[in-house]
């Protein structure tokens, strides 16, 4: 395979964000005005450091493609949802289970399960961005590299959560799917601006982080589900949560690798990450009736304990230890102090998160019939 990369390039630079820190609702940054937009950062990652990854593709044969999950031992998503199969009066009985399980979750459940649910089918956004990563991308789209073979392995196995959480959502009867896929529909047109600049040492951490994010937001709806009393939903939200942790080790490993091999510009990359801030990818997102309806949603899972501002500290200190940050030595000056910086960020996160306060105004969305 030839890897080739176009030459680094930047349209307008993005303003330098500095170490001050100015908490939005977590995984809520505000969303990238249009502007924004039009002055990301391309291919950033020197040419020469294309050879780093394709010297890496053994590795990744080796401690990355196991953690693939075999199609036949993978859970498929009508093993959790009620079966036509099985004729029409026994999955109309399931159907009616499934609503009297779900009868005595709030309404803001269902806001933060829709969200999940956006955030799963969006997949389409997520291998586009993973293909524009210099050095890993599919070349060809059945590519036999083991970074493409990783990434196609990847989709397939998340494809499953979008699809069960929405049919799951669909069989309720609490949400208004047509105000639901329509944001769907919003949200992968938008796509999304995570600034990891077709830059792989950006795009794995940025993966890490997010995976790990994730399957604690689910984990901690499967513990809602639990107590609300719908137990077959618990299990759901539980499985994806297992998946994501699987897909977050995959990710981790990665960026351990490339400390070891180029500890300077994964240093770099990760305080890079840590100063843009990791963004949700659903950010752009948008129903048709709400401008701010992703600061809202934000809100709303901040409030309920799902994801919060202290997961997104917990988070950074469990990469801190797993990558051994705070242990690198014979960094370059720039490393070493976006080392000192990376690793002094957890307490000014949890010391601004402990002053901020949450709107508290109600607000209704479209996704549960204006409630």
């Known amino acids: 395979m030839i890897w080739t990369s176009p030459r680094p390039t930047t349209t307008k630079l993005h303003p330098k964000t500095t170490s001050s820190w100015r908490l939005s609702p977590v995984f809520a940054v505000a969303s990238p005005t249009t502007s924004s937009l039009c002055q990301q950062v391309t291919h950033s990652m020197p040419p020469e450091k294309l050879e ?21 031992k993978c859970w498929q998503p ?41 955030t799963e089918d969006a997949l389409p956004t997520y291998l586009t961005v993973i293909n524009t990563l210099d050095g890993v991308r599919d070349e060809t789209g059945s590519s036999l590299c083991p970074w493409a073979i990783w990434s196609r392995a990847w989709a397939a196995e998340e494809n499953r959560h979008g699809d069960l ?71 759901i939200c539980g499985i994806i949560a297992a ?16 400390l070891e091999v180029d500890p300077d510009a994964t240093m770099l990359a990760i305080a890079d990450m840590m100063k843009k801030k990791i963004i ?30 202290y997961h997104y500290a917990e988070i950074l200190e469990f990469f801190i230890t797993r990558w051994k940050l705070e242990k690198l030595e014979g960094l370059i000056d720039e490393a070493r102090r976006a080392q000192d910086f990376v690793c002094r960020l957890p307490s000014k996160i949890r010391k601004l998160a402990s002053i901020k306060k949450l709107e508290s105004r109600p607000v209704k969305f479209s996704w549960i019939f204006d409630k």
């Open 243 to 258: 998946d994501e942790k699987r897909h977050e080790n995959a990710y981790t490993r990665i960026i351990e690798k490339l």
């Open 165 to 235: 959480l929405r049919t799951y959502l669909y069989l309720s009867g609490r949400v208004d799917m047509l105000k639901v896929e329509k944001t769907l529909q919003y949200l992968i047109g938008a796509g999304m601006d995570i600034e990891t600049e077709n830059n792989p040492y950006l795009g794995f951490v940025y993966a890490s982080f997010q995976e790990r994010a994730t399957s604690s937001s689910h984990g901690n709806m499967a513990r809602l589900a639990k107590v609300g009393g719908d137990p077959v939903l618990a299990n």
């Open 52 to 72: 780093i990854f394709k010297s890496l593709e053994s590795w990744v044969n080796e401690n990355v493609l196991p953690l693939r999950k075999p199609v036949e």
């Open 78 to 118: 009508i093993q959790f949802l009620p079966d036509p199969s099985q004729g029409t009066e026994e999955f109309a009985k399931e159907v009616q289970d499934l609503r009297q399980r779900v009868l005595e979750l709030p309404d803001e459940y269902f806001v933060m399960l829709v969200g999940n649910m956006l």
């Open 280 to 309: 949700m990818p659903m950010h752009l997102m948008y129903d048709g009736q709400d401008p701010n309806i992703f600061e809202h949603f934000s809100t709303v899972i901040e409030r309920q304990g799902v994801y919060t501002t």
